[in-house]
């Protein structure tokens, strides 16, 4: 088993930044992807950006520019740094990472971007 623990959201107002953390633990192996998904209000869960265990990255394209992912693999925890927050980034982000064939999610973390 595998959990996950996320922090950092909260309320912020256009063009701010806020950052995200989430921490793995349990039976994690070397050869893991992790991520960042939200879901908005109304919308679907969608990925927001994906890193693997060597470092390659990618995001969905409304992100690219503004969020950038990384990962210490020694604490086994991935990092969203999010700047020039938009409203439409409102919603639960939730962590997520895919190993050893598993895929488990955190409880997700709110952000609330105002305008």
């Known amino acids: 088993q595998v959990q996950l623990v996320e922090s950092g959201g909260g309320l912020v107002q256009a063009g701010g930044s806020l950052r995200l953390s989430c921490t793995a633990s349990?039976?994690?192996?070397?050869?893991?992807?992790m991520g960042w998904y939200r879901q908005g209000p109304g919308k679907q869960r969608e990925l927001v950006a994906r890193i693997t265990f060597g470092g390659s990255t990618n995001y969905v394209d409304s992100v690219k520019g503004r969020f950038t992912i990384s990962r210490d693999n020694y604490k086994n925890t991935v990092y969203l740094q999010m700047n020039s927050l938009k409203p439409e980034d409102t919603g639960t982000y939730y962590c997520?990472?895919?190993?050893?064939?598993?895929?488990?999610w955190g409880k997700g973390t709110l952000v609330t971007v105002s305008s």
């Open positions: 349990g039976r994690i192996s070397g050869f893991n992807v």
């Open positions: 997520n990472i895919a190993v050893a064939g598993m895929t488990y």
